[in-house]
């Protein structure tokens, strides 16, 4: 919360998720009850051996469009679009909700997968190991 109040003190316009995403490891689904600082979240982390976590790392990719952003400016142009009953904004954050939603089903599955069959020597593991990425990939790409 000190980190957050100095970022809005700043006015960078930053967000709570980035220091909960740097505080927790791993891959977790985190949300939070809508107010004013300080904010109460709340935050689901997904555990996954070690042999999992290495086949997830290898089937993401993280692409660097080279494009900076100041999340202030972004903010503002978000915040604008909102109040001014944008509806395109409206259904970003539905789409945004959605799929985070949708998301927490795939990741338990992977998570009771690795607490099973940690090094994924079983083939009906494997396979729905896979069919949980594709549904993670299907979920990412709408």
């Known amino acids: 919360n000190a980190v957050l109040a100095i970022e809005q003190l700043l006015t960078t316009g930053g967000g709570w998720q980035d220091q909960v995403g740097a505080l927790l490891p791993g891959l977790r689904l985190t949300a939070s009850a809508p107010g004013p600082p300080p904010l109460s979240y709340w935050s689901r982390t997904f555990h996954f051996s070690t042999k999992m976590a290495h086949h997830i790392n290898e089937r993401f ?19 604008s679009q909102w109040c001014d009953g944008g509806s395109i904004i409206r259904e970003l954050f539905d789409a945004l909700y959605e ?41 990412l790409s709408r």
Do not use: W
Request: some cysteine.
């Open 61 to 79: 990719l993280l692409v660097y469009s080279g494009q900076q952003r100041l999340a202030k400016n972004t903010l503002r142009r978000v915040v």
């Open 99 to 139: 799929a985070s939603v949708d998301l927490k089903e795939p990741f338990l599955t992977l998570e009771a997968l690795s607490e099973r069959d940690p090094e994924l020597t079983n083939r009906e593991t494997v396979v729905c190991f896979e069919d949980c990425l594709l549904k993670i990939g299907s979920i």
